[in-house]
């Protein structure tokens, strides 16, 4: 078997290739995506990577994914070691401004499975989707620093259709009181989830508290309201008031949706 010579200063090689990204403003990449780069022209990438992490130029993320040793961007680092994934729940609700809370995870919704990780000291949880629950993403950061995140629209219906990953159902039911939202984006986002429930959730919320800008989107829920009642809060116990018009059951009052949503942090 052969090892690799952890040599005590840098070599000629060495120094070549941490110019290749400094030229390049490469801050996070995997040896997949080096290789594509112009000028690229080491044949022992393995052991110069090596030697660059031991002398703590590099940290190796995970296997084949590499970044600078002062790198720390979670956003960037989730979404790049999810392959094709996107930040999304909590961790969206926060980027949007939707809640002041921090989640103690980074979530990344992702179409792969992708076991949940702790990187340099950060919890990241990846939630595999079917691939029609994944759109409505943006295109944030620059150069190697860009990532994906889900919008507005649809961070707020990932949140109503997975809660668990929301930062709790009154923050979520703040978020949604809070958020400018876009009717047709709203349609097009629960017609992809495929969950009446949560479609009814929304349209039930959108007109208790009078979102003007949801108007279409309410048609639209109202639409869809099957014969099933619902709980409001699925995470909540079965009881309370019963809403015909849009079949569901009331675990958490009207007086109660509406002080949440006054409520200052």
């Known amino acids: 078997m ?95 401004g939707l809640t002041e809370q921090f989640p103690n995870s980074v979530f990344v919704q992702t179409i792969r499975i992708k076991k949940s990780k702790n990187i340099f000291g950060v919890a990241y949880k990846f939630v595999q989707v079917v691939p029609r629950k994944f759109k409505g993403l943006l295109k944030e950061g620059y150069g190697s620093r860009i990532f994906w995140i889900t919008d507005m629209e649809k961070t707020i219906i990932d949140c109503f259709d997975f809660p668990e990953y929301s930062g709790g159902y009154a923050e979520l039911i703040r978020a949604y009181c809070d958020a400018g939202l876009n009717s047709e984006k709203m349609i097009s986002y629960c017609k992809s989830i495929d969950n009446v429930a949560v479609v009814k959730r929304l349209g039930f919320l959108a007109e208790l508290l009078e979102k003007k800008d949801l108007k279409d989107f309410i048609s639209y829920a109202k639409q869809q309201v099957n014969q099933r009642y619902n709980v409001f809060d699925p995470l909540g116990i079965d009881a309370g008031e019963f809403v015909n018009d849009w079949r569901l059951r009331l675990n958490i009052s009207r007086d109660e949706i509406l002080d949440i949503c006054n409520k200052q942090y």
Request: charged content about 20%; hydrophobic content about 40%; glycine content about 6%.
């Open 2 to 96: 052969t090892r690799t010579y952890h040599s005590v200063n840098i070599s000629k090689e060495q120094q070549e290739f941490l110019k290749l990204i400094n030229d390049q403003e490469v801050d996070i990449f995997s040896i997949s995506e080096l290789e594509g780069l112009s000028n690229f022209k080491f044949a022992n990438l393995n052991a110069i990577l090596e030697n660059l992490v031991n002398k703590g130029f590099l940290c190796r993320i995970e296997r084949g994914k590499y970044c600078r040793a002062n790198f720390s961007d979670e956003k960037v680092i989730g979404s790049f070691v999810s392959g094709s994934g996107a930040i999304a729940y909590w961790s969206a609700l926060n980027y949007h």
